[in-house]
């Protein structure tokens, strides 16, 4: 068995779930995976999400070149794509190509930038 801390060549994973509101599915793949308990970090990514339900739909997806989780706190560096909205009692969120707006437990104002070279 792996230990957390060991690095990972060539990682996958893939998820479908039903619960009372809607279903999801969720496909991600990543070159190099690591970390331990307080931090994880993957290259070379690629994630696809999609969820229905009679809380609103949303589809994402994206590549990115590096992405870490330190004590909570996440960053990535890539391209992503997020379209769909939801109404829930965390709050109302709508985006478009991932320009859009939420408001509930996070409030915020969300802007993707593509460059095009």
């Known amino acids: 068995m792996a230990r957390d801390d060991d690095?990972?060549?060539f990682n996958s994973n893939a998820s479908i779930g039903f619960d009372g509101l809607g279903a999801n599915a969720k496909?991600?793949?990543s070159l190099i995976k690591g970390g331990d308990e307080d931090a994880n970090y993957k290259f070379f990514s690629t994630s696809a999400e999609a969820r229905a339900g009679l809380d609103g739909c949303r589809f994402k997806a994206g590549v990115n070149l590096a992405e870490s989780e330190i004590k909570g706190i996440k960053s990535s560096i890539g391209?992503?794509?997020d379209t769909g909205g939801?109404?829930?009692?965390d709050g109302?969120?709508?985006?478009v190509a991932g320009l859009g707006f939420?408001?509930?437990?996070?409030?915020?104002?969300?802007?993707?930038?593509?460059?095009?070279?």
């Open 102 to 117: 939420k408001i509930g437990k996070e409030t915020g104002y969300m802007y993707s930038q593509f460059i095009v070279f």
């Open 27 to 29: 496909v991600g793949s």
């Open 86 to 89: 939801s109404i829930s009692r």
């Open 7 to 9: 690095v990972q060549l």
């Open 92 to 95: 109302v969120e709508a985006k």
């Open 79 to 81: 391209v992503n794509v």
